[in-house]
């Protein structure tokens, strides 16, 4: 073997880098340095072993990197409300079962009333395509309650009000602003008060009760030309639907391809709860609220 090359200032190579090197006996003048000015870093030591000798790489001890195995960078604080995320999320994803379901639906029938309706009614009184979702998702959660509940204390907790919060982008995060017995208000009031609450919530005036009580939630990314998506379940509620980008889309009906309006839906739901074939049958009822949309518009 050739004898490991001394660590002295002729090498540009970090300390671990020069460590390894010691340990494996390796000459640092044979490996190519990829760090500033041509330092070596351990990544480089890491390459050079597993190429030298296949598994070798399994053999080198994992230690946090060094200072100068790391990319220039510049910390900042996280904000209280990514640290509220940051724990809530990780707290769904550590202690939740998650799974996952997606349905596509088709959407023609509901954008085209929508667009009937927002025509007979002022600007204040327009109703949003995630308007429609949240109607047709309350109205669903009526024949599956077993959804609209949390899992606390080895219980499942059946809440008697359905309250869908609607996920909003704003400033450094997200926030859910919730409407209260959402299966009971017409959609214009649905529509009237998510108008509200957004604003409230994207100009950092958001009230408590816009950003609390929520039972099941909708997370719609349908502006931001999504295919699809899964989303995390917002603790301690049972589910949670993951709204995409509603598209024009080639599908074939009775033998003919024709072009439709399809959107994908994908509920994430806690295992502890719910199954599948339950959570399946819950996409397929939303499904056809939204294929024949006209009772979404029609009372409470």
Known sequence: ????????????????????????????RRVAGSGPGGRILRGDVENHLAEARPGAIEEVVQRPPEDGDR???VGTAASPLRRTIARRMSQSKQTIPHFYITNSVTMDDALALRRQYNKAFPADAQVTVNDIVVKAVALALRDFPNLNASYVDDSIDVHSDINIGAAVAVEGGVLTVT??????????????????????????????????GSTFTISNLGGYDTD????????PQAAILAVATARETAVVEEGQVVVRTVMQMTISADHRVTDGA????????????LEAPIRLFLGG
């Not at 073997?1 to 640092?28: F, G, Q």
């Not at 017995?181 to 957004?198: G, K, L, V, W, Y």
């Not at 699809?228 to 603790?235: R, S, V």
């Not at 339950?278 to 609220?289: G, H, I, Q």
């Open 1 to 28: 073997r050739v004898p490991a090359a001394p660590a002295d200032n002729s090498l540009l190579a970090t300390p671990i880098a020069l460590r390894m090197a010691r340990e494996h006996n390796l000459d640092l």
């Open 71 to 73: 990319p220039p960078s």
């Open 179 to 212: 409407t209260r017995q959402t299966d009971r208000s017409p959609i214009s009031d649905i529509a009237r008060e998510n108008r509200a609450m957004i604003e409230r919530a994207r100009t950092g005036r958001a009230k408590p009760d816009d950003v609390t």
């Open 228 to 235: 699809h998506f899964a989303a995390i379940i917002n603790p």
């Open 278 to 289: 339950e959570c399946a049958l819950y996409l397929k009822r939303v499904k056809e609220l």
